[in-house]
């Protein structure tokens, strides 16, 4: 699955004008601040992080997901979209995890974690 993201995510999300690159670079930069409460906020909950996390596990998040390595990490990538009929998504790579966003009435929120394989 991976590689179908990235193979096809540069290309789709070269055009794309949905208010995800906004959300970005918000996201981007609380977490290079680590700025723990912005980042909490942009996650939507409960979300999967090995187990099913909810606001209160949020330490526990930062901790796993959040790891000086994943930061630095994700300060350099550049979400790929998918598209699949009328619903958008955005993933980005660090490590073994795939960090996943999508878009609800509130916004742009951090959905899921999911294994790179």
Partial sequence: MAGLLISAGPALAAGSD????????????????SDQKAVSQMIKYPVLLYDLRQEADFPVIWRGAFKPAHRA????????MDKQKDKVSY??????????????????KLTDFAVND
């Fill in 18 to 33: 949905d208010g995800f690159a906004a959300f970005w670079m918000q996201f981007k930069a609380a977490v290079a601040k």
């Fill in 73 to 80: 990490c994700l300060a350099k990538q550049k979400p790929v």
């Fill in 91 to 108: 993933s980005a790579f660090c490590d073994s995890l795939i960090y996943v966003f999508g878009k609800d009435s509130s916004g742009w």
